[in-house]
């Protein structure tokens, strides 16, 4: 036994009198580590390699491409070249990008495909970490959450501030008579001062609040200018930069503002008498909701309620602006919808000024069909990304899990195969028959699936109310030489130089126009 224990020391010694074979032994263990850390994104490497794209440049891949050349455009009339899966590279990552219907919704249909992909990280410190950018587990609860807000019964104690707002901007629009507008400018204030009524509980129209008062609109999406920089992709280098400095500062002042606003709003509800409990009728914010949501829950956190705040005012601002602006543009060049649309108007107020009701909004079935169809020839968000959860079997394609997945609305929206002359304005595409006929997944503006738009129920209810309110005292006409869009795509889609119309005021009594 003793020579036996001699032999095994000396073995040891052995062994410990020669440390390249023990570095050796690391460098294997931390290779294979590394390499199980990478496979996904090696599988995903090897996969996308073999697909066709976008031609590509060094290190950039096609991120510029995104940028400067209108990427989005291009697949939407040039998808057939490329097949069934489309290859792009964003400095160094890999991605793909589905076009058609059936295929998006094998990702976006499913629970196991609802994690975001790396970029939209970015976007922490413009939006907030609220339902957009969440991590899937907290996304889940913060949903369960914040579903119940959004209920039709209680969007129709929204429907009051719509109503008031939409009734300012059509005043606005009264006040340019006869006159030549670009009407984005108009009604990203009017979307404005919506939100900041029904998501804060603030009425800009008061008097009481400026714009020098409240952060929301002096942010910038720096995500576009980083992918382009992939330095600067990097957190720690991107916050030693002046753009890096510019956005913690405002990220700072959307939270202490968010904070402030929380607290008074906390001590309101907690101090009020219990006969003035809320009612069916009252006014209330989504601040409100979530602050008293908060005294049931706590691990709803005053964190949670801020970051959730910051999105909702954030994103709903070039979304629904864009969205509506689109809708009064387009019935200003196609009037034979529009009067369509005035002659809706008319039968559903009969003369009558009072502020449309829930079942007014719900009878307005034209208007919402050209808004539908606004929304396909220009979805407010150009794109979605997801990463897969597991393998997805794709036509003869086996698309990695790991890999990214983007998705083009825009794109999809132009499949001739589902949407005959897909240029053209056809708001008809939108009928209860037409509809049903329709794969579900071909017509995603707010997204789809377990993950799609919170607040899409919302957004309808504030555009109709804008668009009616303008309808019911003014004609829209078009202007030569400006009757074309050209979209711009960034994290919304903007239109170049603006969208031009020209507002004449209608006649209360006969429904003509004023002369």
């Not at 294997?28 to 996904?40: H, N, R, V, W």
Request: aromatic share 10%.
């Amino acid at each position: 036994m003793a020579v036996v224990e001699k032999d095994f020391s000396r073995k040891v010694v052995k062994w410990d009198q020669t440390p390249g074979g023990v570095w050796t032994y690391l460098v294997i263990l931390a290779s294979i580590y590394i390499l199980y850390i990478l496979k996904s994104y090696i599988r995903t490497v090897i996969f996308v390699s073999r697909l066709d794209g976008p031609k590509t440049v060094p290190f950039l891949g096609n991120a510029r491409c995104v940028l400067k050349d209108n990427l989005l455009y291009r697949l939407a009339h040039e998808n057939q070249m490329y097949g069934r899966i489309v290859r792009i590279w964003l400095t160094g990552l890999p991605y793909v990008i589905l076009v058609e219907p059936e295929d998006i919704q094998i990702v976006l249909g499913s629970m196991k495909h609802t994690r975001k992909i790396f970029f939209y990280k970015l976007l922490d410190n413009f939006l907030g970490k609220g339902l957009i950018t969440r991590d899937v587990d907290t996304w889940r609860t913060h949903r369960k959450f914040l579903q119940p807000a959004f209920h039709l019964h209680i969007l129709e104690r929204f429907t009051s501030s719509f109503a008031e707002c939409a009734d300012c901007l059509m005043n606005e629009f009264l006040k340019q008579d006869r006159q030549e507008i670009n009407i984005t400018s108009f009604i990203n204030d009017s979307v404005y001062d919506i939100l900041s009524e029904t998501v804060l509980g603030i009425n800009r129209r008061s008097g009481l609040a400026s714009d020098d008062d409240l952060p929301f609109r002096k942010g910038q999406i720096m995500l576009l200018y980083r992918m382009v920089r992939p330095w600067l992709l990097i957190e720690w280098i991107y916050r030693l930069t002046k753009h890096g400095r510019q956005e913690e500062k405002q990220r700072k002042d959307l939270f202490d503002t968010c904070f402030k606003m929380m607290k008074e709003k906390r001590d309101v509800l907690r101090n009020k008498d219990a006969t003035t409990n809320v009612t069916n009728t009252k006014k209330i914010s989504l601040l409100e909701y979530m602050v008293e949501m908060n005294e049931k829950n706590p691990c709803f956190t005053d964190e949670d309620i801020v970051e959730e705040c910051c999105t909702f005012m954030l994103a709903g601002q070039d979304s629904v602006g864009t969205a509506t602006a689109m809708t009064i543009f387009l019935l200003a060049n196609h009037p034979e919808w529009q009067e369509k649309c005035l002659e809706e108007v008319d039968n559903i107020f009969d003369g009558d000024s009072r502020p449309p009701t829930m079942k007014d909004l719900r009878e307005m079935r034209c208007l919402e069909m050209c808004i539908k169809e606004a929304l396909r020839l220009y979805p407010s968000v150009p794109i979605i990304a997801r990463i897969l959860g597991e393998d997805v079997k794709i036509g003869k394609h086996v698309v990695p899990a790991g890999c990214g997945v983007f998705i083009s609305p825009y794109s999809t929206h132009r499949l001739a195969h589902h949407f005959p002359d897909p240029e053209a304005f056809k708001p008809e595409r939108f009928s209860p028959e037409n509809s049903e006929k329709r794969h579900p997944y071909a017509y995603i503006p707010f997204s789809a699936g377990p993950r799609n738009c919170i607040g899409y129920k919302f957004a309808m209810l504030e555009m109709k109310c804008m668009v009616s309110a303008i309808l019911r005292k003014c004609r829209l006409e078009s202007i030569p030489g400006k009757q074309e869009v050209r979209p711009k795509f960034r994290m919304t889609i903007r239109a170049q130089g603006g969208l031009w119309v020209k507002v004449v005021a209608r006649d209360k009594k006969l429904n003509t126009v004023v002369t």
